[in-house]
């Protein structure tokens, strides 16, 4: 079945670019999204990209796609203290009505 | 203000006794869905809804039931809740084009623990 796998841990210092990576096995998936989830709190949508797009930017974040190797990253340009909390890639195909979300990576930003 | 709310946010029970987590909109979204979050899993889909009256399985709906009555309402049935379902429970909603990225916006969750 589909999967999207993420790595579960980063840890950057404030000031620096995080990147975050994602995996997906579903050649058909359309819609890829990143949502970012604070402590105690729900999922936010960050950004999404479509799978005809190479890239995506949106003021401190960049979205890749390599269609190819099925790869999806999310950069943070000049990552704040405030950016600390677990992100969650996730695909959907086109018509169909099925999330599938990774395991979600913990970004830790260092002061 | 636009949201998600879902009721309650924390539950402790015991196996067997049937519970019910409530969740609604006032976006007036078609489409609506349940989580699961657990560690190293992330979240897994548990049952959607395109709109009232119909609604279809996700990845691990084995345990879990819904209903979709109204457009605004959309809530989880735990007949038997056993303690693998111990989870925190998300419910979310969206508009539905079907080809459109149709952000889905996130309730605050729910904490459940099972005895």
């Known amino acids: 079945g589909e999967d999207v796998e993420q790595s579960l841990f980063l840890s950057v210092r404030e000031g620096d670019s995080s990147v975050i990576n994602c995996t997906y096995t579903?050649?058909?998936?359309?819609?890829l999204y990143w949502y970012k989830q604070e402590p105690g709190a729900g999922l936010q949508l960050l950004t999404y990209?479509?799978?005809?797009?190479d890239m995506k930017q949106d003021q401190r974040l960049t979205v890749l796609l390599n269609k190819k190797d099925k790869h999806l990253s999310l950069r943070i340009a000049d990552t704040q203290t405030g950016d600390s909390a677990i992100y969650f890639c996730?695909?959907?195909?086109?018509?169909?009505?099925?999330?599938?979300f990774g395991t979600g990576t913990r970004l830790k930003v260092l002061a | 203000e636009a949201q998600v709310t879902q009721n309650p946010r924390y539950l402790i029970t015991v196996t067997g006794k049937k519970l019910t987590v409530t969740c609604s909109q006032n976006?007036?979204?078609?489409?609506m869905s349940w989580y699961r979050q657990d560690p190293g899993l992330g979240l897994r889909q548990i049952y959607y809804s395109m709109n009232v009256e119909v609604t279809d399985k996700g990845d691990v709906p084995e345990g879990y039931k819904v209903s979709r009555k109204e457009k605004r309402n959309f809530p989880l049935i735990l007949e038997s809740p056993s303690p693998n379902q111990t989870s925190l429970y998300f419910c979310?909603?969206?508009?539905?084009?079907?080809?459109?990225?149709?952000?889905?916006?996130f309730g605050p969750g729910t904490r459940l623990t099972v005895l």
């Open positions: 990209i479509f799978s005809n797009m």
């Open positions: 976006m007036n979204h078609e489409y």
């Open positions: 996730a695909e959907r195909g086109s018509g169909t009505y099925k999330y599938i």
């Open positions: 579903d050649s058909s998936s359309t819609y």
């Open positions: 979310a909603s969206s508009l539905w084009s079907g080809s459109k990225a149709d952000t889905q916006y």
